[in-house]
């Protein structure tokens, strides 16, 4: 799953629109659509924003350690 499948998998998990996340961050509806649909990856700085709109916050966790419940991994990288 990359970020941005992400952040609308919680978004729907949470009942939220992409034009009530653009409601919280103060930009059109059209500049949120711009973003999920540019083939651009996005800034850790964007990605921090979003999801904090969405309670989450953002973190590296070494890969030996489990991740904690409710958390969601994500990749821009291809699928093997």
Excluded: C, W
């Excluded at 799953?1 to 952040?7: P, Q, S």
């Excluded at 711009?34 to 996005?42: A, D, I, L, Y």
């Excluded at 990605?47 to 070494?62: K, N």
Aim: net charge positive.
């Amino acid at each position: 799953m990359n970020v941005k499948e992400a952040l609308i998998a919680i978004m729907s998990d949470q009942g939220k629109t992409k034009a009530e996340l653009a409601r919280l961050k103060g930009v059109t509806p059209q500049s949120i659509n711009s973003v999920f649909n540019s083939q651009k990856t996005m800034s850790v700085n964007l990605l921090e924003e979003l999801a904090g709109y969405l309670d989450y916050r953002v973190a590296l966790v070494p890969r030996s350690k489990k991740l904690p419940d409710g958390s969601v991994e994500v990749s821009d990288r291809p699928a093997k």
